[in-house]
């Protein structure tokens, strides 16, 4: 057991918005058992003093390239627009191996972790040829030794170069391996029970990357199986053009055509989308991952957000694959989205804690996840915690929530409890050691770029394997 004691500024993000003070909160294995005044320490529970904290649920994030983080600031894709960028990366990710997936997904989980993320999705959809290993079964194993709560999802691209493609051939795979091997990983990884700490999507990576069999064929093995659906769309102007080129139609129909709109599909970027689209959406149940820093990043345009939110459509917050984010700061995200959108959209286009809420609930729904986003009782157990005596915060705490996302310079947590485990303590983590999470990371780094023919540069402190 858990006790968080006599916290500061709790934000529950119910349906009411509660913001409570002095109170305590119990946690009991997997879930929040109470929230009252003066609970009494149940024996053997671990206690928090939280009388300078400010509590609140769980980032959830929805779309991350994990294998992205050892790609991170490479001069070649610094600027570059999304196709362009994506050529520059291929060759280079050509070179995935287990020790790259298992390293880039231990340094990934640890940033989400530290910077506020509870829960996290992401698409995996390079697979070398050569390379016989479970790579997503590695990126499982690793997510659970360090504590996050994870829906990874079945990528893949059918359509490389020699198909009119931007892949190398070597990274793409035949339709019916796709499909077998997406049905095997159901099978053996996802759990749909409430509470549960992994479940599967599956998620072609991008209608220009796959052909439209696989689009249609793996929506059927999905809703035969009771999994979710995912992919990239709309994300740049060259999309848009292609689709009309090669189908006669704008994305959205393009996947509307294939049966990829519902309570059950969720989309990452959605920036160039038309009003009746929206509306689409809106009326569909169909979701939205907002990347905002990737958007700015790859200039591929400002999502309507404020727009989507008032029409009804579903969004939540993602950092993307840390090669066009350049980092995995789940809180930084935050930050990012309320500054684009009050550039774009004027001073009341959003606010901090609605955009709290969109990585909170809003990501929680998306996943099918109620029993997440928010702090009441019988609800899961994810929770972050930020001591607001730090310097970032002082002269800020006439609202404590907004603070986290308007003020401060260091997004590190002091707590992070997933499933009602503490995974973060003090800043740091619990369950890896972070200096060989960072040395393991760059040396992996380092043999895919001088695979590729590329110099890693490495440091004199960096020994050469």
Same mark, same amino acid.
């Given at each position: 057991m858990i006790l968080f004691k006599n916290v500061y500024h709790l934000a529950?993000?119910?349906?009411?918005? =509660?913001?409570?003070?002095?109170?305590?909160? $119990?946690?009991?294995?997997?879930?929040i058992a109470r929230i009252a005044d003066a609970i009494d320490a149940p024996e053997g529970a671990r206690i928090i003093d939280c009388s300078s904290m400010l509590v609140l649920p769980g980032f959830v994030n929805l779309h991350h390239h994990f294998y992205q983080t050892l790609q991170r600031n490479l001069p070649a894709a610094q600027n570059r627009k999304l196709?362009?960028?994506?050529?520059? *990366?291929?060759?280079?990710?050509?070179?995935?191996? !287990?020790?790259?997936?298992? +390293?880039?997904? &231990? *340094? +990934?989980?640890?940033? @989400? @972790?530290?910077t506020g993320c509870t829960m996290a999705s992401d698409?995996?959809?390079?697979?070398?040829?050569?390379?016989?290993?479970?790579?997503?079964?590695?990126?499982?194993?690793?997510?659970?030794?360090?504590?996050? &709560?994870?829906?990874?999802?079945?990528?893949?691209?059918? &359509?490389?170069?020699?198909? %009119?493609?931007?892949?190398?051939? /070597?990274?793409?795979?035949?339709?019916?391996?796709? *499909?077998?091997? /997406?049905?095997r990983l159901v099978d053996r990884f996802h759990d749909p029970e409430p509470f549960s700490m992994t479940r599967i999507a599956?998620? !072609?990576? /991008? !209608?220009?990357?796959?052909?439209?069999?696989?689009?249609?064929?793996?929506?059927? $093995?999905? &809703?035969?199986?009771?999994?979710?659906?995912?992919?990239?769309?709309?994300?740049?102007?060259?999309?848009?053009?292609?689709?009309?080129?090669?189908?006669?139609?704008?994305? $959205?129909?393009?996947?509307e055509r294939h049966g990829w709109v519902g309570e059950d599909v969720w989309f990452?970027?959605?920036?160039?989308?038309?009003?009746?689209? *929206?509306?689409? @959406? #809106?009326?569909t149940g169909t979701g939205i991952a907002h990347c905002p820093t990737s958007n700015m990043r790859l200039s591929s345009g400002v999502a309507r957000v404020p727009e989507m939110l008032e029409r009804g459509v579903r969004v939540g917050l993602a950092v993307d694959g840390s090669a066009s984010n350049d980092t995995s700061d789940m809180l930084g995200e935050l930050r990012n989205c309320l500054l684009v959108h009050l550039l774009t959209g004027g001073p009341e286009a959003i606010t901090a804690e609605g955009i709290v809420r969109l990585a909170t609930r809003g990501g929680a729904s998306i996943l099918g996840?109620?029993?997440? %986003?928010?702090?009441?009782?019988?609800?899961?157990? =994810?929770?972050? #915690?930020f001591d607001m005596r730090r310097l970032g915060y002082a002269g800020a705490l006439a609202d404590p929530l907004a603070a986290i996302v308007y003020s401060g310079f260091d997004h590190t947590v002091d707590y992070t409890v997933v499933n009602g485990e503490i995974v973060v303590a003090a800043r740091s983590l619990v369950r890896a050691d972070e200096g060989e999470i960072v040395a393991s990371a760059n040396e992996a780094s380092a043999g895919m770029l001088e695979a590729a023919g590329i110099s890693s540069r490495r440091p004199p402190w960096m020994p050469h394997s």
């Open positions: 529950t993000m119910n349906d009411a918005g =509660d913001r409570l003070s002095g109170v305590d909160v $119990l946690v009991d294995g997997s879930r196709f362009d960028w994506l050529t520059t *990366l291929y060759d280079i990710w050509a070179h995935v191996t !287990p020790e790259v997936i298992r +390293a880039s997904t &231990r *340094l +990934a989980c640890a940033e @989400l @972790l530290l698409q995996m959809y390079v697979f070398p040829a050569g390379v016989d290993e479970d790579l997503i079964g590695i990126e499982i194993e690793a997510a659970r030794e360090l504590g996050i &709560r994870f829906h990874p999802t079945r990528g893949s691209m059918s &359509r490389g170069r020699s198909d %009119g493609g931007l892949p190398p051939d /070597s990274v793409v795979q035949r339709e019916e391996d796709i *499909l077998r091997d /997406s049905e599956l998620a !072609p990576c /991008s !209608p220009f990357s796959v052909t439209d069999r696989l689009m249609k064929e793996t929506a059927e $093995l999905a &809703r035969r199986k009771g999994v979710l659906l995912h992919t990239h769309l709309a994300e740049t102007a060259d999309e848009t053009e292609y689709c009309l080129e090669r189908y006669g139609a704008r994305p $959205l129909a393009v996947m990452a970027h959605g920036i160039h989308f038309e009003d009746a689209e *929206l509306e689409l @959406l #809106a009326s996840r109620d029993e997440c %986003g928010s702090i009441e009782e019988g609800k899961a157990a =994810d929770l972050i #915690a």
